[in-house]
């Protein structure tokens, strides 16, 4: 009876799928597709042109390999690019007019729309497969000129700040799956902050990948102009699938002179069985430029699904004095994998950087922290920082710690530290003889373990990870 | 309250405990005396639920099987021991180690969840009733802590814990003359018709503050002599070869 029960709390539960009727771009990937895409989404014409120039790169781009995990093949003809509810041919005015299956979806997820259920003190983004479906509290943040829609919107809307910005961090020049985005992304959010204004709430945008055999490219744009500040959290969820599921998203940030941002993930997507069957793909490119002088941008991560989780979220410290952050949880169970870690750039004076990274492994998972630091010539009296910490669980796991430093000036200072530890038997025997089960003392030695970068959360978000960092190590002793 | 009988319990092919009995009833201090190497900690590792032994013979606890429950279980029900090498656990929180399962046993018996303030007053009382200093409790679990910290740290969790049948494995040991009275004082105060006690221990010293009911000498796996709390002082003079 125990064992069953265990076995009920082991399961993904946002595993659930949503039958509802979509409209979904022909199959495959090509220039009729892009213009599907375009032409549904009403864009103008130099974002089909920008679309199109992006897939003339991709063509002539190959595939990275150099990545620890290794996957079979993606066929990117046999996907979808495109699919969206059906019911948002035209765009519901306002959320009372969604698709009722849309909102007892998001309300199964614990993200409720409806004005009188709104989560206290969060404006939500909620994405569905390619669409944003709903914005919550536009009103409040609209009073203080802060836009926060989704890209689809801004590019209507906002053009000129889109046109300005987008690209100008991740180009489409870039590495095979930014370019692959870029060609063909689908929704995501937007924001600016003007300047001088302190976003009053946590802005967030919610992932859903719903239909099957679709991939989700999604872009996600941040300015924050002088002076202003916003924190901004994504969380992402998936159906449990037999088959792997491809996540290609860009997120540019941009910090000008004296502003920060603080960009936070919690990444729960389904991270396959545990005979490794199934579970997205989440190719994700990530990246920030602090352009201004004095600007910080902060990245946190607490990556808990995915059957293999790629990334980079990175820091190009272009302004003096600028400062980027990277903390970052990565957790791997069962046949899971990460390869995820940081590139700070130096190239203005006096920048700073600091890298936490916390990785766990359990089962046969295996778990890859890749970082560089790279200090311009220019970057006089740069600074970094790095930690890398890793926790295995069992002897079937892995972790590797691969940091690479490049550093063209003399002044800068460079430090790193790496350890790896294991939670011992004599360890869980210590807890269980204090009253904890298995699963409660791997939740709280885990939790210790990865307390930095837990700290850095948003508050209403730091609990609910501390769970998260639980269950996905669940089933993992024993 | 606990019912030893035949227990017999083999490691890698090693018997260490060779069909011992013992009776602790409630409200019984008893002392457990005995050689290095004699199975004394073994004892106590079978009893908690520790892994890896081979084990025959049967234990009742409060009259039912105590090997029909996990090591959770057991002390959830109010086994409780006191670690001869309490573990370090690095990154986690010493109060919040304490607390979580202090709630974790509460929770077990149906007894309301304390929350961070109420816990902290209950902490806090009882770690000045030990003296430990309250830094320790901001602390990483044991990491760093002295011998002595370490130890006072295992009595402020029995302490916390109140159980039913607690066994301390050598707490004396390492501890300073003032110490070791705290923390018989802190065995003392929860003496107590329905709270047994079993204590493993080298030295008489300790059983001068705590009286205990018997005494036992643990020999090569069994209780080679019992006796009153005078046998205590009259192994200090003779030693156990002459037993
Ligand atoms: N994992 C093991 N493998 C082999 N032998 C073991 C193992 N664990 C314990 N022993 C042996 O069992 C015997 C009893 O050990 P135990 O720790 O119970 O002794 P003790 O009476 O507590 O001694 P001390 O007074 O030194 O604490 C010792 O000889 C020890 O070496
Ligand atoms: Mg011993």
Redesign the interface.
Known sequence: MKEKELNKIKEYKYGFSTDIETIKAPKGLNEEVIKFISKTKKEPKWLLEWRLKAYKRLKILKEPNWQKPKYPKIDYQSLYYYSAPKSFTEKPKSIDDLDPKLLETYKKLGIPLQEQQRLNGIAVDAVFDSVSVATTFKDKLTEKGIIFCSISEAVQKHPNLVKKYLGSVIPITDHYFATLNSAVFTDGSFVYIPKGVRCPMELSTYFRINASQTGQFERTLIIADEGSYVSYLEGCTAPMRDENQLHAANVELIALDDAEIKYSTVQNWYPGDENGKGGIYNFVTKRGACRGKNSKISWTQVETGSAITWKYPSCILQGDNSVGEFYSIAITNNYQKADTGTKMIHLGKNTKSKIISKGISAGNADNTYRGLVDINSKAINARNYTQCDSLLIGNKCGAHTIPYIKNKNPNANIEHEATTSKISEEQLYYCNQRGLNQEEAVSLIVNGFCKEVLQQLPMEFAVEAQKLVGISLEGSVG | MLKINNLKAKIDNKLILNGLNLNIKSGEIHAIMGPNGSGKSTLANVL????GYKISGSVLYEDKDLFKL???ER??KGL??A?QY??E?????TS??LK???N??RK?NGKKQLDALEFLKVVKSKAAALKIDEKILNR?LNVGFSGGEKKKNEIL?MSL?EPKMAILDETDSGLDIDALKIVADGVNTLRDKKRSFLIITHYQRLLDYIKPDFVHVLMKGKIAKTGCSELANELEKVGYENI
């Open positions: 908690s639920g520790k892994k996990d090591i959770e002390a959830q409780f021991l670690f309490p573990l656990i690095p990154g986690v929180n919040n180690f979580t399962s202090l974790a046993i077990s990483q969790q814990h």
